[in-house]
């Protein structure tokens, strides 16, 4: 059965985050909804575009399996001041249905809004303080029932097969990370 995953993107965000969840999920068989909160065709940090299927107002009557958010900034603030992304994540988090971000995503979004209230969490090294509950914070990945966050570029390839683990089982995570990782 195929899994329904909206991938977030706006201006800014971190593109090795974003093309590594993108690949990964992709590769699994999920089938991805690339929203933009901005207009269509984005720029990431370091000036990659991007063009999304559609504007996230297009999505918010949908339902995913999982609503997934890269870092960087100022992505992670255009997604937090987005009123139909957050209401989709809070809606999401209420119905126990995925959710996950990487990066600068869970403290500036995330935790904006209330998301991590709970939770356990971590996020991009020095922005600790934001996590309503940081104990977490040094560890690389955190899964927290139906939370998932990750600390940043360097996590990204794991994030992504965590979230391949989590919507589709372990052993399609192993056989994308053989392949994707050379992984023996």
Known sequence: MSKKVLVAVADGIEELEAIAIID?????????????????????????KITADCLISDCSAKTYDLIVLPGGLPGAESFRDSRELIEMLKKQKEAGRFYAAICASPAVVFAHHGLLAGKKATCYPGMENKLPDASAANQRIVVDGNCITSQGPGTALEFSLKLVELLFGNEKSQELAKAILARQ
């Open 24 to 48: 990964c999920l992709g590769r699994a068989g999920a089938e991805l909804t690339i929203a933009s909160v901005g207009k269509q065709q984005i720029a990431t940090a370091r000036k990659v």
